[in-house]
């Protein structure tokens, strides 16, 4: 019996309006998440795991709307051809049919999580991947949000950490990540 392929890396929500909005300030730590991005997926491509982005929809007016300047992937990412873009409206990735197919048809059984809004999409994307019964990665240090609520965007990252490690996911650094 083979092993199963290498866990994908799924980007989340790293898109034009979470770096360069005119309307937000943009997302914490946003150069330092960039870097870190763009390591993983350098590390993704040079060991033969694929890489697929997942780009939020937002509503009409909204900045992530289809067609609006904040929707597309952040273009520093570097996103190559042949990298699938998923979009989903709702939080959690996992809702799109053609995510799941994609990840069903490579035969994986695990994924690596990276991404944007820690709190929402990224929790979501989180749940809806172990609810699948995938073995979770989450790059600890490679998700963001903004400061919510008298929390600062440092404080939400660390909570949900602990909790998607409470729930069963692999929490682990960039640079950890890179070294295996």
Partial sequence: MSSPPPAPVLVIDLQTGMFASPK?????????LTARARRVIAWARGGGRPVAFVRH??????????????????PALGQQDGEPTFSKSVGDAFSQ??????IEDMGA???????AQTEHCVTATVNGALARGLKVTVVGDAHSTWDFKGET?????????????????????????VKV
């Avoid at 929809?57 to 929707?71: C, F, K, Q, T």
């Avoid at 049919?97 to 994609?102: S, T």
């Avoid at 059984?109 to 991404?115: C, F, H, I, K």
């Fill in 97 to 102: 049919p053609a995510l799941v197919r994609w």
């Fill in 24 to 32: 937000y300030p943009p997302i914490h730590d946003a150069d330092t």
């Fill in 57 to 74: 929809d937002g509503e009409a007016g909204d900045e992530l709307a289809p067609g609006e300047a904040g929707w597309p992937v952040w």
């Fill in 109 to 115: 059984d695990g994924v690596v999580l990276l991404g």
């Fill in 153 to 177: 965007a440092g404080q939400i990252i660390d909570r949900q950490n602990r909790a998607f490690a409470e729930a069963g996911a692999t929490v682990v650094t960039s640079d950890d990540l």
